[in-house]
């Protein structure tokens, strides 16, 4: 068994796993998109993820709401260079608002729970109704999230079906100015489009830990080195857009779930045991 966190296993690398004999790997995250599903059924090595405390991404979430409703990086922008004044700063009450949630599982509901002490109207979209999640907010479909949300928060797994669910149609749908936040994948949003729809206003701020081809880029240290991601850097170059480099779930109480859980899983996965974190 291997654990690993974010590595891309690609094919190459699984062939190379399974000519040494390695029949399972673990990912110490949820998400598993950064392992080639297909190549790994093709080697006969199974797959197992792990889970965590959902409060470590929802608290994140809704503090990244708050940042982009109140125009946190504005006011901090300047602040750097002593503009004092009140110029494009003034922000919103998410109370006043409604906030549309696209994807109810663990995380998703936790981040409804959180918003509901604040008052503000909540929709909900998912494939799957949650009878507890119906206590707090209203389900609704994609056009209803679209077209009624001042906020967008995604919480969805990183699907071919979710792929881009974020686009220039999608977008076109929505309120004039409204946020998205994106804790969830970074594939969730076409980058193209919406820095477009950012540039002509039409989105109003966001929020984003994820971005598309983070791969490469999260949890090295590049301060010396030429980024070649342009979207990261148009995105960081907004003073609308806050961005944040996947630390949505770096907490102290998740580095020790994940550790456990992977640890375990491999551990029960050799001991041929009943393994709740084995996907395939």
Same mark, same amino acid.
């Given at each position: 068994s291997v654990s690993v966190l974010t590595t891309p296993i690609e094919e190459d690398l699984l062939k190379k796993f399974k000519e040494i004999g390695v029949e399972y790997i673990s990912t110490r995250s949820i998400g598993y998109d950064h392992i080639d599903m297909n190549a790994a059924e093709k080697f006969g090595i199974h797959i197992g993820n792990v889970s965590y405390s959902t409060d470590s991404v929802?608290?994140?979430?809704?503090?990244?709401?708050?940042?982009?409703?109140? =125009?946190? $990086?504005?006011?901090?922008?300047?602040?750097?260079?002593?503009?004092? %004044? /009140?110029n494009n700063v003034q922000g919103r009450v998410l109370k006043n608002l409604t906030v549309g949630v696209m994807g109810t599982g663990r995380i998703g509901r936790t981040v409804i729970q959180r918003l509901s002490a604040f008052g503000c109207r909540i929709l909900a979209y998912d494939l799957y109704k949650n009878d507890e999640t119906a206590k707090y907010a209203e389900y609704t479909d994609l056009d209803g999230i679209y077209k009624n949300s001042d906020v967008i928060t995604l919480h969805m797994p990183a699907t071919n079906d979710n792929?881009?669910?974020?686009?220039?149609?999608?977008?076109? =749908?929505? $309120?004039?100015?409204?946020?998205?936040?994106?804790?969830?994948?970074? %594939? /969730?949003?076409?980058?193209d489009g919406f820095i477009d729809a950012v540039e002509s206003g039409k989105i109003g701020g966001a929020?984003?830990?994820?971005?598309?081809?983070?791969?490469?880029?999260?949890?090295?240290?590049?301060?010396?080195?030429?980024?070649?991601?342009?979207?990261?850097?148009?995105l960081q170059s907004y003073s609308n857009v806050i961005v944040t480099p996947h630390t949505a779930f770096y907490t102290d109480q998740v580095v020790s779930d994940m550790v456990e859980h992977s640890i375990l899983s491999c551990s029960l996965f050799e001991r041929k045991q009943k393994n709740p974190w084995q996907i395939m």
């Open positions: 929802s608290d994140y979430a809704v503090m990244l709401i708050l940042m982009a409703v109140r =125009k946190f $990086k504005a006011i901090t922008m300047h602040g750097i260079v002593q503009d004092y %004044s /009140l792929y881009h669910i974020i686009n220039r149609n999608s977008i076109s =749908k929505m $309120k004039d100015g409204v946020i998205i936040v994106n804790t969830a994948r970074g %594939s /969730l949003v076409d980058t929020a984003f830990d994820v971005v598309e081809n983070e791969s490469e880029l999260y949890y090295y240290d590049l301060r010396d080195k030429i980024i070649k991601n342009r979207w990261l850097k148009m």
